[in-house]
């Protein structure tokens, strides 16, 4: 086997490493964001709906920033910043959701990478 043969297998091997990490942060992401959206009384976002749009602009997914796979859950309104800061954080979220899930998600990439 060559230099270039060995560098060839290196470089697929990195590319499926960082397709599964992507795929498993796109999971991720869609958990949270389910996890998110779910009724106040299922554990879902604190408030009280009174349009549905800070509930349904919730979203997750991932992104590869070149330096990292990044897993998130976000809101898209405009006033999501005040339900997750204001008010001591009692309509917060993001932060309680991302927190739920981040030991297991962490658990799942030492797998991927680990091949355990």
Do not use: C
């Not at 299922?42 to 602009?57: V, Y």
């Not at 339900?83 to 954080?89: D, R, S, V």
């Amino acid at each position: 086997m060559s230099a270039r043969d060995v560098n060839r297998n290196l470089q697929a091997w990195a590319d499926r490493m960082k397709a599964a990490l992507f795929a498993l942060g796109q999971t991720y992401g869609a958990k949270m964001e389910a996890e998110a959206k779910r009724p106040k009384t299922a554990g879902g976002a604190p408030w009280e709906d009174r349009t549905g749009h800070a509930r349904q602009g919730l979203h997750g997914g991932a992104v590869d920033t070149g330096e990292a796979i990044v897993a998130y859950v976000a809101h898209s309104v405009d006033y999501g910043v005040y339900l997750e800061l204001a008010m001591q954080q009692r309509y917060a979220i993001l932060e309680p959701t991302v927190k739920r899930n981040a030991p297991a998600f962490f658990e799942e990439a030492r797998q991927v990478v680990g091949g355990r």
